[in-house]
């Protein structure tokens, strides 16, 4: 069965501070790796996904993840975090072993002091 | 401009009145799938179809019907709702490969008393 943990259920960083948000996975196969932000009242958006290649993917607003397989992880980062980046953020797995199943992690919530 | 469209966005009613939450597509995208959201919970998977008249079951997909009979279209169908299906729903579309990220609703809120 394909899982997705983010260990990490609320993180607070200052503004301007360097952000990195946890995901760790399971699944069977290669996985397809995705993160998505939700703002509040507000469906996901897609920050960046990873399917092959390059483990370091660069994604919209100036986030990066970077696949690790022996370490079954995905961790977001970002350098300087923006008040504008708090939200919601999921990590979630996918692939063609059951294609179609999307397994997302209970998400994290970051807060952003100025 | 490209977008899934949910309706209603809010509704409140009571335990046993089918109800039906549409979803629509105007991006021609074969798949399609709906979850629920619930506080620490994250986003679980109910159903979801890979193109027209096929469908699966998610992680959760007790007390829920889908049907998918035109592409566009994907609506949940709660038989007889109760109290524990009280949660905000989110549908989602994206062109099929599997290794396409998915496009969401702005989601619909369901309070069932």
């Known amino acids: 069965a394909q899982s997705v943990t983010q260990p990490d259920i609320h993180i607070t960083v200052s503004e301007g501070a360097s952000l990195e948000l946890r995901c760790n996975y399971s699944y069977g196969a290669t996985p397809y790796l995705f993160w998505y932000v939700q703002s509040p009242g507000q469906g996901l958006q897609l920050l960046l996904k990873?399917?092959?290649?390059?483990?370091l993917v660069q994604g919209i607003k100036g986030f990066e993840a970077e696949f690790k397989r022996s370490q079954s992880s995905f961790n977001l980062r970002k350098p300087s975090v923006h008040w504008s980046d708090a939200a919601e953020y999921f990590c979630?797995?996918?692939?063609?072993?059951?294609?179609?199943?999307?397994?997302f992690g209970d998400g994290t919530t970051l807060t952003v002091k100025p | 401009e490209a977008q899934v469209t949910q309706n209603p966005r809010y509704l409140i009613t009571v335990t046993g009145k089918k109800l039906t939450v549409t979803c629509s597509q105007n991006m021609n995208h074969e798949y399609m799938s709906w979850y629920r959201q619930d506080p620490g919970l994250g986003l679980r998977q109910i159903y979801y179809?890979?193109?027209?008249?096929?469908?699966d079951k998610g992680d959760v997909p007790e007390g829920y019907k889908v049907s998918r009979k035109e592409k566009r279209n994907f609506p949940l169908i709660l038989e007889s709702p109760s109290p524990n299906q009280t949660s905000l729903y989110f549908c989602?579309?994206?062109?099929?490969?599997?290794?396409?990220?998915?496009?969401f609703g702005d989601g619909t809120r369901l309070s069932i008393l």
């Open positions: 990873y399917f092959s290649g390059d483990t």
């Open positions: 979630a797995v996918g692939g063609e072993t059951n294609a179609g199943k999307s397994t």
């Open positions: 989602a579309s994206s062109p099929g490969q599997i290794n396409q990220p998915q496009h």
């Open positions: 179809s890979m193109n027209v008249e096929v469908t």
